[in-house]
T-cell receptor, first 115, second 113 residues
């Protein structure tokens, strides 16, 4: 069955510290991979995506993610966290041939940032 | 601006009173979907639509209806809302080939009393 796991429900980091949010997936073939961010009271915004090529992808707001096929992982990183990064982060996968299939979202990781 | 527009943003209603949450997108996306988000349960798909007049159930369709008469609109209908449908609802759209991912609406917070 298709699934996405985000092992960390809640992470707290200090402002300026580095961040890594984990994402693992189970899928029939290498899917398209996405990270979304949801700020309080807002909808989900696309941070970055991977579909082919360089396995390290850059996104908005200084985020990057690395796809590791052997580990079925797509971890999100940021070298220096800002207070405004406090939000919920969702990893998602989508099929390459989309007819009749759907995105699968992870349960989310809530990020708190200490001043 | 490319966007998915949901209305209303907030809604409080009483049990059994029919309501409709509207969703409209201006990106000519074929695929549209409704999700509900509940604490500890993440995003769960209610219904989706591959194109006009083509809809199908997601993971939690009970108590909901949808229609897709036009490509841009995908309303969510609660014929007889119940308190367990109190939730945060999101509409999303994408091209059928999913490499661009979803574009989400801003959400509708529904409270059924």
């Amino acid at each position: 069955a298709q699934s996405v796991t985000q092992p960390d429900i809640h992470i707290t980091v200090s402002e300026g510290a580095s961040l890594e949010l984990r994402c693992n997936y189970s899928y029939g073939a290498t899917p398209y991979l996405f990270w979304y961010v949801q700020s309080p009271g807002q909808g989900l915004q696309l941070l970055l995506k991977y579909f082919s090529g360089d396995t390290l992808v850059q996104g908005i707001k200084g985020f990057e993610a690395e796809f590791k096929r052997s580990q079925s992982s797509f971890n999100l990183r940021k070298p220096s966290v800002h207070w405004s990064d406090a939000a919920e982060y969702f990893c998602a996968v989508g099929p390459r041939d989309n007819y009749g299939q759907n995105f699968v979202f992870g349960p989310g990781t809530r990020l708190s940032v200490l001043p | 601006e490319a966007q998915v527009t949901q209305n209303p943003r907030y809604l409080i209603t009483v049990t059994g009173k029919k309501l409709t949450v509207t969703c409209s997108q201006n990106m000519n996306h074929e695929y549209m979907s409704w999700y509900r988000q509940d604490p500890g349960l993440g995003l769960r798909q209610i219904y989706y639509s591959m194109n006009v007049e083509v809809t199908d159930k997601g993971d939690v369709p009970e108590g909901y209806k949808v229609s897709r008469k036009e490509k841009r609109n995908f309303p969510l209908i609660l014929e007889s809302p119940s308190p367990n449908q109190t939730s945060l609802y999101f509409c999303a759209s994408s091209y059928v080939r999913g490499r661009d991912g979803y574009t989400f609406g801003s959400g509708t917070r529904l409270t059924v009393v």
